[in-house]
């Protein structure tokens, strides 16, 4: 059984930063590529950034490139996600999610999944 946990969330002000974590245990534990989602009430689960397990490549989604930096640390089954130049617009809870079986965007295709840890971005 994997199992998926962030951490790393809380309250910041506009233009701050915050890092989350997602650590995954479980003997079971492999993935090609993991990612980061996010959610608000009343609207969907929004792809935030992913990453390939292997080589390290990395995605992101228009709202947040230039401003988040997703990395992992395969020996420690971590990932992360940096976020700066925060604004209210990313106040949300972010999920991270493994084993995608195609299209890494899309959070139907993934496996597993961690409880989630809310950001909130003051003005």
């Known amino acids: 059984q994997v199992q998926l946990v962030e951490s790393g969330g809380g309250l910041v002000q506009t233009g701050g930063s915050l890092r989350l974590a997602c650590t995954a245990s479980?003997?079971?534990?492999?993935?090609?590529?993991m990612g980061w989602f996010r959610q608000t009430p009343g609207k969907e689960r929004e792809f935030v950034a992913a990453?390939?397990?292997?080589?390290?490549?990395?995605y992101y989604s228009d709202s947040v490139k230039g401003r988040f930096i997703v990395s992992r640390d395969s020996a420690k089954n971590t990932m992360y996600l940096q976020m700066n130049m925060l604004t209210t617009e990313d106040t949300a809870i972010y999920y991270c999610?493994?084993?995608?079986?195609?299209?890494?965007?899309?959070?139907?295709?993934?496996?597993?999944w961690g409880q989630g840890t809310q950001v909130t971005v003051s003005s």
């Open positions: 990453i390939g397990w292997r080589g390290g490549r990395t």
């Open positions: 479980g003997s079971t534990f492999s993935t090609n590529a």
């Open positions: 999610a493994s084993d995608p079986t195609s299209d890494i965007s899309d959070p139907r295709d993934y496996d597993h």
